[in-house]
Nanobody, 118 residues
């Protein structure tokens, strides 16, 4: 499985961005996909995840009400709509995929930089 993330960039506080993560290869076993982020000097943080079948979604407390995760099964692509961005959202955002409930995320994308200027 290969993951390709894109959509990052520079945006002013209060603005919006939409990230995409396209999966290729053996994706038929996907259980869920998620977004994580890591800011300089900080540990990696869970942002959001979505179950591939059913579409149940989950969010970290810091992004609830501002970010929305979605997926397009036909395109094997996951999205993260980020609204009301804050300077503390600045980080490298990574997408990840796992094939089994409870497993660690086995596959990771290369990361896309999101910078929010205040």
């Amino acid at each position: 499985v290969q993951l390709q993330a894109c959509g990052g960039g520079l945006v002013q506080a209060g603005g919006s961005l939409r990230l995409s993560c396209a999966a290729s290869g053996r994706t038929s076993m996907t259980y869920d996909m998620g977004w994580f982020r890591q800011a300089p000097g900080k540990e990696r943080e869970f942002v959001s995840s979505i179950r591939w079948i059913g579409g149940s979604s989950y969010y970290g407390d810091s992004v609830k009400g501002r970010f929305t995760i979605s997926r397009d099964i036909a395109k094997n692509t996951m999205y993260l709509q980020m609204n009301s961005l804050k300077s503390e959202d600045t980080a490298i955002y990574y997408c990840a995929l796992r094939e089994y409930y409870g497993a660690n995320y086995e596959y990771w994308g290369q990361g896309t930089q999101v910078t929010v200027s205040s």
